[in-house]
């Protein structure tokens, strides 16, 4: 019964995102008025390189070739599914030859990192913090965070990663400003390289987990505002129930469902504003990797990063939906 | 657009106003996939005429706010046919029928947007109906209409719903619906969340539009005193059957089905003397009941027997009043009790 | 009547809602100058209809003040093992204890009071373990048990998530959990509203069930008639935020005196009478705006000149009261004197 | 509406989030306007001496290509909010009819509407915008840039839209309409307008700041016209001169506080608007009145 009702029609549709998600990612490319072919070497001639005529149309033929441009469409589009299938999305332009899958594996730890940790602290951080201090909304420590967060909320991640590093790295130089531990440092489990990682990552760390907090909290406060008037919340008061226990049974507790439907739908978002972070403290993740890819003009590598982060997401969000219902007996139990 | 408004063999005089034949709709609960089949209306069949009230009763969920869904075109019905009386052709546009089928409904705050005036939806009516030529003749037909309903023009304009109480929503409600010169007004369940002091007004309301328009008046409630005060004829509804069908008087006072029973014992008379005595069981399990396959109320019935269990049973005529109960079908002997 | 009977007693209770409107605030006169007195051991019931403020006076009497309603004037005593004391004196604490162990409530629209993601025993132990101490988990749902048992509900429901039950089931739950710690005082807001006759009269026999094997007092709001002709004790008739009637159930169906309660009753259908059913006149007044002296006045046939100045005062004969001045004693005299 | 505009602003005057946001905004937009009275044209080079600190003449300095930072901020700002109002706005449309449509029709095209809505949700975005635009990169300018971010930024609303009408159409009011004879246009027109307008207000400005945020991005990663001024090619030359490494202040916290005075301003009154417009409370001030 459940899992006719509900896990079928959201496998479905996890398969179909994915389908018509890299589809678009395949098509882009191709509608767009230039083709990337063009575009790289258009892009190595105004770096002022010369490009020995004769040249050029080997060149063409070999970026046709890297690009997976050669043949018709239908041929492309099912060569394009196969390779991905094996994870294979052709070499890198800008560190020629080495396989775009190669970069992103030894980007994707670090992204990996700093995105669950600041992701799963904002969201429960920020649930908790908005829950209490939505429950307690005529308070004046409720109000006084809530202008706060007022403040803080409405600032785009670059915006806001970017002013951290001009306060913490220059004015007060309490962090390091770029890259994901020092230099020449070799990765070890010693005490001091992983204390050296964490001070890497403390600045891109703050400002995805103080934003995405800023953001629960708002969400979660304004919901729980809503909760608080309900049946059940009064109902409970009234019988004199305990009040810490009405906040995280009764408040708390129906305003996280949907704050998990809310994370689901947002993780396109997260991922972005992370990637984001990183390019502006030259983390090495994959924004950083994505930030090259553009400057360099680097296709391959953009399609890469962008179908895994497609299959990442979606499955991401296929998670978060099937863990749904052990939160909500009214979808469990129909 | 309600389906199959098929015309009926002519009959000149006592011709029905308005009919259902097998009147039936099907709900699908679920997903594609795995779906519950529930029948919210099971071949419900009526004629109501002119200058007559005909209440459709029953609990909630027993299927008449469907019926009347269907019959004002809001819902497709899965089967059977709504006939109204002058009907010449097989297809007809929504206006047509809104034209002749007007409705009140039930909550008279919810009737009207709150953001909108409600002088809008009157003249919104009469424009889009074509009924008066200009402003003056409009306001002109508005009021005669409200002041038929015991308001007045001077009432109304400029006013928000939120201005109003609820008797005078309804009322205006009313008046809105008497603008096309309906033929047929349905009044789903009109007076539920109308002040009590003022709740009689507007069932005598509904009592002089059936006397002086010759109007039918299909009135849809849960309350059996109001159906009673108002006559005419009843159909008592349970899970999507009509249960018991006839003349008000006969149905509600010398009631023959044991679910009309159990519904008029149930009902709290506004009299200390009359105070219930005895006790009653209540089944929980709505669902179980729509799925049965015997009589739907075969779970709960006091005079339950084996047959209902497994078997519908036929709808048969006793003494004027339409039965659907196998006590009636079948000889008095075989009866037996199972308490 | 003797004081030492008494459970419950308001002097001159008034509480308004204070509402932020543009350019300034508007008071909503909810409850205004009530003083009633609730005995042991009855069902006490007040009756009216929607925006009497029947409710908002059941709130006041539990305490239970939020914004924007205000406690403008007035006191709430009640008298516990023998004394009494002042509801609105004690400590946030204590009326929270208070609460469930000595008082407790039936809200209004049981649909939704209960914790949709939790089960019904969950509730029923965080009922139990905010005013019991020293208990086990396992304890208290043995409790719960035992106590859904004596009063005759499924055990089932307590592993169930209340979607999972009707309507009528979750307020018998509700009216069951307000009994749990066996108070004195049973405040229950409309507990039949929105719910089937049949289940109705399930939920009546429950209330009925309580009172008797408790002996306690339950205060019942509903604006049906009828199940306060069927159950109530004593009845209090409300409207505009007063009490304007207060007796003995039988005497106040028998011998209506106020005008607004011979509307009240004389307009019910009853089966077997299809006689004319007049309403009362106009429209309830808007709390926000009271008419000045006695605020049925507008809607009064037999209003006299001193009823659009002055409110008239309750009169006692024996154990029933009225406020109206034609049962005013000496009126003429006293009004000579002011006029 | 029973309210008049007068009395609305009124109204909302009364929650000190709005008031600091409507006077912000008005300061943000003198700016703007002023950019038509500059003296230079900001696209040129070494129209000032280079690399001033505030000085009267050059009240917020200059930068490192000679160019007046006051001057370039007004033109920046105009820019930005230009941009952020084509996609606002264009993307507005697309929300209120996707919404509309799958709301009140109801059935496959809402589930088929629906679907690509919750698809545009899920997928990252910022992602996919980034390939177009390096696509287009040289086709970059205001209008394209514009409509660029319009036709990403309608997901979420047109969700919310769809959610309004969706329960709209289950309010009894619409069956009044039905049978006063209105049509579908009316309908939507007369009952449900009053409704989604204010929504695809309220959601317009925080779209317009997604869309600034958004255009900053771009331009960060090189994908923006560096000749157009926008507060992200100001910061971005900024960054590109190593303005932070050399401390010139007025330079690079110029874009980035005017933005985010901007983001706040916007945000402010997108919730004091959204917090007036909650139909609970809406509905009982139409009362009043």
């Known amino acids: 019964m459940f899992i006719k009702n509900y896990l079928i029609p959201r496998l479905l549709q996890y398969f179909l995102v994915i389908f018509l998600g890299i589809t678009i990612v395949f098509f882009i490319p191709r509608l767009a008025p230039t083709n990337p072919v063009e575009r790289t070497i258009a892009e190595i001639r105004s770096r002022g390189t010369y490009l020995d005529p004769r040249f050029v149309q080997d060149m063409v033929d070999a970026l046709t070739e890297m690009y997976g441009l050669s043949g018709s469409w239908l041929d492309q589009y099912k060569d394009f599914w196969v390779r991905l299938s094996k994870g294979d999305f052709g070499v890198s332009f800008f560190q020629f030859p080495t396989p775009v899958i190669t970069l992103i594996k030894r980007a994707l730890p670090w992204t990996v990192g700093l995105l669950f940790t600041t992701t799963v602290f904002s969201w429960v951080f920020g649930n908790i913090v908005g829950g209490m201090a939505g429950y307690a909304y005529n308070r004046r420590w409720s109000k006084a965070l809530d202008l706060l967060v007022m403040l803080i909320r409405p600032i785009p991640y670059y915006v806001f990663a970017l002013g951290l590093l001009i306060l913490f790295g220059y004015v007060y130089r309490k962090f390091p400003i770029a890259g994901g531990a020092t230099i020449g440092a070799t990765p ?35 919901i729980v505002q809503n909760v608080n008037a309900e049946d059940f919340v009064q109902y409970a008061q009234l019988g004199g129930v305990r009040e810490g226990r009405i906040i995280f049974r009764y408040v708390i507790r129906n305003a996280m469902l949907p704050q998990i439907t809310n994370l689901a739908l947002s993780l396109g978002q997260i991922l972005s504003g992370a990637l984001i972070t990183e390019i502006v403290f030259s ?19 953009i399609m890469g990063i962008i179908s895994l982060s497609i299959v990442a997401i979606t499955t991401l969000v296929l998670i978060v939906d099937l863990i749904y219902p052990l939160f909500d007996p009214r979808i469990r139990y129909k | 657009m309600p389906a199959g408004c098929t015309r009926k063999g002519e009959k000149p005089n006592m011709q029905p106003i308005l009919e259902t034949s097998g009147l039936t709709k099907v709900f699908y609960r679920g997903s594609l996939l795995a779906r519950d089949r529930i029948v919210a209306v099971d071949k419900v069949s009526f004629a109501m005429h002119r200058g007559e009230v005909f209440t459709l009763a029953g609990e909630s969920g027993c299927g008449k706010t469907t019926v009347a869904r269907m019959i004002l075109g809001f819902e497709q019905p899965t089967a059977g046919e709504i006939i109204y009386a002058h009907n010449q052709e097989k297809w007809h546009p929504r206006v047509w029928f809104t034209q002749r089928i007007q409705a009140v409904f039930q909550n008279p705050f919810e009737t009207f947007n709150p953001l909108r005036k409600v002088e809008g939806y009157l003249f919104e009516t009469v424009r889009n109906y074509g009924l008066a030529k200009n402003r003056s003749d409009a306001v002109e037909l508005i009021n005669a209409k409200l002041e038929a309903v015991g308001l007045s023009y001077g009432e109304i304009e400029g006013r928000y719903p939120s201005e109003f109480s609820g008797g005078q929503l309804q009322r205006i409600s009313i008046a809105r619906s008497l603008l096309v010169d309906p033929s047929v007004l349905i009044a789903d369940e009109p007076v539920s969340m109308v002040d009590a002091s ?88 709505e669902q179980e009941e729509y799925l049965r396959a015997g009589c ?29 109960c196998h006590l009636y079908t079948k000889p008095k002997e075989e009866t037996k009790e199972v308490s | 009547m003797a004081a030492g009977d008494v459970v419950l007693r308001a002097d001159n209770l008034r509480a308004h809602y204070v509402l932020d409107v543009p350019g300034g605030q508007k008071t909503v006169r909810a409850v205004d100058g009530v003083s009633i007195a609730v005995r042991r051991n009855e069902i006490y019931g007040i009756a009216g209809e929607s925006g009497c403020g029947k409710s908002t006076l059941m709130k ?170 069927n159950i109530a004790d004593r009845l209090a008739i409300m409207y505009a935020g007063k009490i304007i009637e207060e007796g003995a159930t039988e005497e106040i169906f028998k011998n209506p005196l106020h005008p607004y309660t011979q509307f009240l009753i004389n307009s019910l259908p009853q089966f077997g009478d299809t006689s004319e059913r007049v309403s009362a006149p106009g429209q309830p007044p808007s709390l926000a705006n009271l008419p000045l002296g006695c605020a049925f006045h507008p809607r009064c046939p037999m209003a006299m000149p001193i009823c659009k100045e002055r409110q008239p005062e309750a009169t006692v004969s024996g154990e029933h009261q009225v406020a109206c001045w034609l049962h005013a004693e000496g009126r003429e005299a006293e009004h000579a004197a002011h006029s | ?234 910061l971005k030359w900024a960054l590109n001169y190593q303005a932070i490494l050399m401390r010139r202040w007025n330079w690079v916290l110029t874009p980035v506080m005017l933005s985010v005075f901007l983001f706040i301003a916007l945000y402010w009154m997108s919730v004091s608007i959204s917090e007036y417009l909650d139909p609970r409370t809406r509905v009982q001030r139409v009362g009043v009145e």
């Open chain 1, 188 to 222: 070890s489990f010693t005490l001091s390289y992983i204390l050296d990682v964490l001070r890497h990552s403390a600045l891109p760390a703050m400002s995805l987990a103080i934003l995405g907090a800023a953001s629960w909290f708002q969400t979660s406060k304004l």
């Open chain 1, 283 to 301: 983390y090495p993740g994959v924004g950083h990797l994505l930030y090259s890819a553009i400057s360099t003009g680097d296709y391959n590598l």
């Open chain 2, 198 to 285: 003022i709740r009689m007004s507007i069932v005598n309301l509904f009592k002089r539009l059936r006397n002086e328009l010759n109007m039918g008046i299909l009135y849809i409630t849960h309350d059996l005193a109001t159906a009673y005060y108002l006559g005419g004829q009843i159909a008592i509804m349970f899970r999507g059957n009509v249960m018991e069908m006839g003349p008000v008087q006969e149905v509600l006072m010398r009631p023959l089905h044991p679910y009309t029973k159990l519904l008029r014992e149930s009902i709290p008379e506004a009299d200390p003397a009359k105070r219930w005595r005895g006790r009653i069981s209540i089944a929980e399990t």
């Open chain 2, 296 to 324: 739907k109320f075969a779970g709960r019935c006091p005079m339950v027997m084996d047959i209902c269990k497994v078997q519908a049973p036929e709808t048969v005529a006793v003494e004027g009043v339409l039965v659907k």
């Open chain 3, 60 to 229: 006041a009497l539990y305490a239970w003040i939020n914004r924007p309603l205000r406690l403008v004037e007035g006191t709430v005593y009640y008298t516990k093992d023998g004394k009494e004391f002042d509801i609105y004196a004690l400590s946030k604490q204590e009326l929270r204890r208070l609460r469930w162990t000595f008082m407790a409530y039936v809200p209004q629209g049981a649909m939704s009071i209960f914790n949709p993601v939790i089960k019904i025993k969950e509730t029923y132990r965080d009922f139990l373990s905010s005013h019991l101490k020293g208990k086990t988990v396992n304890e208290m749902f043995e409790m719960a048990k035992e106590h859904i048992d004596q009063l005759g509900l499924p055990l089932s429901i307590l592993d169930a998530y209340p979607h999972q039950l009707s309507g009528g089931m979750r307020q018998r739950v509700a009216i069951a959990l307000a009994a749990l710690l066996h108070p004195s005082v049973i405040f229950a807001d409309e507990p039949t509203t929105a719910l089937d006759v049949v289940v109705q009269r399930g939920v009546v026999q429950l209330l009925k069930d309580i009172q008797e094997s408790l002996h306690n007092t339950i205060i019942l709001v509903t604006h049906d008639m009828g199940i306060h002709a």
């Open chain 4, 1 to 234: 509406m029973a309210m008049s505009f007068g009395s609305t602003l009124k109204e909302l005057f009364r929650d000190y989030r709005f008031a600091v946001a409507f006077i912000l905004l008005c300061l943000l937009i003198t700016l703007a306007v002023m950019s038509f009275f500059a003296p230079h044209d900001p696209t040129l080079w070494y129209t000032a001496p280079r690399d001033l600190p505030p000085s009267r003449q050059h009240i917020l300095g200059t930068t490192s290509r000679g160019q007046d930072v006051f001057w370039q901020a007004a033109f920046a700002i105009r820019n930005s909010l230009i941009i952020s109002a084509i996609a606002g706005i264009v993307s507005r449309v697309i929300a209120v009819a996707v919404g509309l449509v799958a709301g009140y029709q109801g059935g496959k095209s809402d589930r088929i509407l629906m679907f690509i809505t919750d698809g545009f949700l899920v997928i990252p975005l910022f992602l996919i915008i980034v390939m177009l635009a390096m696509l287009i990169r040289d086709k970059m300018n205001i209008f394209t840039t514009g409509l660029l971010l319009a036709v990403f930024g309608w997901a979420w609303d047109a969700r919310v839209i769809r959610a309004q009408v969706l329960s709209l159409r289950e309010r009894e009011f619409t069956r009044t309409a039905i049978l006063s004879g209105s049509r579908t246009l009316e309908l939507v027109s007369k009952e449900y307008m009053p409704y989604i307008t204010p929504l695809a207000f309220s959601t317009l400005i925080n779209n317009m700041s997604w869309a600034i945020g958004m255009e900053m991005t771009l331009s960060i990663v090189g994908l923006t016209n560096m000749d157009i001024p926008t507060l992200g090619t100001m």
